[in-house]
C-alpha cells in the first residue's frame, strides 16, 4: 500500500457520460498529480495541485476538470466521455527529499473503460 | 520532440544478465531525474532518483546521468525474473515543477 488512494478501481460507462476519480494523498503531503495512462501513449501529465491551488496544467482537455479540497483529497471530473478516454488514471503526491528531489508516490490507478 | 524519450521495447534478457536502460532527454533546464518501476499496469513506483549529473547505486541498480549529451541510464545487475517490469524515466526542472514521463522500456527477465 503506498498510501495514495483511488477510488472508484474499475470503471465502466457509457460515451458521453461523466464520472468522478478520487484521490486522497498520502498522509503529510500536499501536492497532489494527476496522470493518464494509455496503451500508446505512456503517462501523460494532466494537472497538479499543492495546497488547494491550481500549481500545473499539462495536456488536460476542457471537458476534464479537476480540484483539490480543503482535506487536501482531489476529484478529477471527467465529462462528455469518449471511447478515447478510457484509460489508466493515476493520482500521486509529493515528497521532497534533502535533496531537494520532488519524488512522486503514485496510487494504485482507477481503470476507466467507456463504451 | 517528447521531452524525454526511451526506446518501448520489448528487451528480453536471460537471469543473471546485466540490463541497461536508457533515456534521453530533450531540455537542458531538466536538474532531476528518476527511474520507476511499474508492474503489469498497477501504479509506478520510485527506484531512484538523482540531481544533476553523476552516478547513483541502490543495490543491484545504479543510475547515471550525463547532462552534457542529455543521457540517462539505469543499470541492473544480476536482473531476476521479478525484475521484469516496464522501466520509466523520468525528469523535471525544479523540485516543484511537474514531472515529465518518457514512454517506458518493457524490460523481460527470462529464468
Known amino acids: 500500500d503506498s498510501g495514495v488512494t483511488q477510488t472508484p478501481k474499475h470503471l465502466i460507462t457509457a460515451t458521453g457520460q461523466r464520472v468522478t476519480l478520487r484521490c486522497s494523498p498520502r498522509?503529510?503531503?500536499?501536492?497532489v498529480y494527476w496522470y493518464q495512462q494509455s496503451l500508446d501513449q505512456g503517462l501523460q501529465f494532466l494537472i497538479q495541485?499543492?495546497?488547494?491551488?491550481?500549481?500545473a496544467k499539462g495536456n488536460i482537455l476542457e471537458r476534464f476538470s479537476a480540484q483539490q479540497f480543503p482535506d487536501l483529497h482531489s476529484e478529477l471530473n471527467l465529462s462528455s466521455l469518449e471511447l478515447g478516454d478510457s484509460a489508466l488514471y493515476f493520482c500521486?503526491?509529493?515528497?521532497?527529499?534533502?535533496?531537494?528531489?520532488?519524488?512522486?508516490?503514485f496510487g494504485a490507478g482507477s481503470r476507466l473503460t467507456v463504451l | 520532440q517528447k521531452e524525454v524519450e526511451q526506446d518501448p521495447g520489448p528487451l528480453s534478457v536471460p537471469e543473471g544478465a546485466i540490463v541497461s536502460l536508457n533515456c534521453t532527454y530533450s531540455?537542458?533546464?531538466?536538474?532531476?531525474f528518476m527511474w520507476y518501476r511499474q508492474y503489469s499496469r498497477k501504479g509506478p513506483e520510485l527506484l531512484m532518483y538523482t540531481y544533476s549529473s553523476g552516478n547513483k547505486e541502490d543495490g543491484r541498480f545504479t543510475a547515471q546521468v550525463d547532462k552534457s549529451s542529455k543521457y540517462i541510464s539505469l543499470f541492473i545487475r544480476d536482473s531476476q525474473p521479478s525484475d521484469s517490469a516496464t522501466y520509466l524515466c523520468?525528469?523535471?526542472?525544479?523540485?516543484?515543477?511537474?514531472?515529465?514521463f518518457g514512454p517506458g522500456t518493457s524490460l523481460s527477465v527470462i529464468p
Open positions: 500521486a503526491s509529493s515528497t521532497r527529499t534533502p535533496s531537494g528531489a520532488n519524488v512522486l508516490t
Open positions: 523520468a525528469s523535471l526542472k525544479t523540485s516543484y515543477d511537474k514531472v515529465i
Open positions: 531540455n537542458s533546464a531538466f536538474q532531476y
Open positions: 498522509s503529510g503531503d500536499l501536492s
Open positions: 495541485y499543492y495546497n488547494g491551488e491550481e500549481r
